[in-house]
């Protein structure tokens, strides 16, 4: 069984501060890699996909890949109290044709 | 139109019952899943289905049934459902066949099941 591994937390900051998510995947294999967000009692909102080792931007989200290490980070700037949620880990399993989900992890941002 | 249309939004059925989740999208995809989740807990795939065949089946009881009337729609027909079934149902499509590739999912919002 392929496995995406993340610290369930909750992970709290500060308004302002910088959130950073950590994910870690067994199937040495993967090639696409993906973070969701989702609200409690929402469906997940896809934030970033990611396929090649280094930093990928898009706003205030910076997601991290090396493939070496088999880590993939989201990092979150001027994190905000909207940004309070749980952000999924996603790894595309090349076998089943579909997204393999970590357990996620709580991060709550204090106003 | 970039939705995944998800009916109904909350079904409560007794353990007799038999009833049908809906999803519909328009966006051209080929792929189209049904993943479960349970509280606190990540989205778990049940099915998939690639350009309108099952692909997938994960060992789903078969009180659950999938339907792909067409490319644009996905069933999931229920029966004889237990209390544990409860959770929410997310349906999602991708682009390609491939699981998502570059794209991802775009997720449904779901329908909200209670067995009683």
């Known amino acids: 069984q392929k496995e995406v591994e993340q610290n369930s937390g909750p992970l709290s900051v500060p308004e302002g501060a910088i959130a950073s998510l950590n994910c870690t995947y067994s199937?040495?294999?993967?090639?696409?890699f993906f973070w969701y967000r989702q609200y409690s009692g929402k469906s997940p909102e896809l934030i970033m996909s990611i396929y090649s080792n280094g930093d990928k931007e898009d706003g205030r989200f910076t997601a991290q890949l090396n493939k070496a290490s088999q880590y993939v980070s989201l990092l979150i700037r001027d994190s905000q109290p909207s940004d309070s949620a749980t952000y999924l880990c996603?790894?595309?399993?090349?076998?089943?044709?579909?997204?393999?989900f970590g357990s996620g992890t709580r991060l709550q941002v204090q106003p | 139109d970039t939705e995944v249309t998800q009916t109904p939004k909350h079904l409560v059925m007794g353990m007799t019952n038999k009833k049908s989740l809906k999803c519909e999208q328009h966006m051209g995809h080929r792929a189209m899943y049904w993943y479960k989740q349970k509280a606190k807990k990540p989205p778990e795939l049940m099915f998939v289905?690639?350009?309108?065949?099952?692909?997938i089946n994960e060992s789903v009881p078969s009180r659950f049934s999938p339907e792909c009337p067409n490319s644009s729609l996905l069933n999931l027909h229920l029966h004889a459902l237990q209390p544990e079934d409860s959770a929410l149902y997310l349906c999602?499509?991708?682009?390609?066949?491939?699981?998502?590739?570059?794209?991802?999912?775009?997720f449904g919002s779901g329908t909200r099941l209670t067995v009683v």
């Open positions: 996603a790894v595309l399993d090349t076998g089943r044709r579909a997204l393999t």
């Open positions: 199937d040495r294999g993967s090639q696409s």
């Open positions: 289905y690639s350009y309108e065949k099952l692909s």
């Open positions: 999602a499509s991708s682009q390609d066949s491939g699981g998502g590739g570059h794209y991802g999912y775009t």
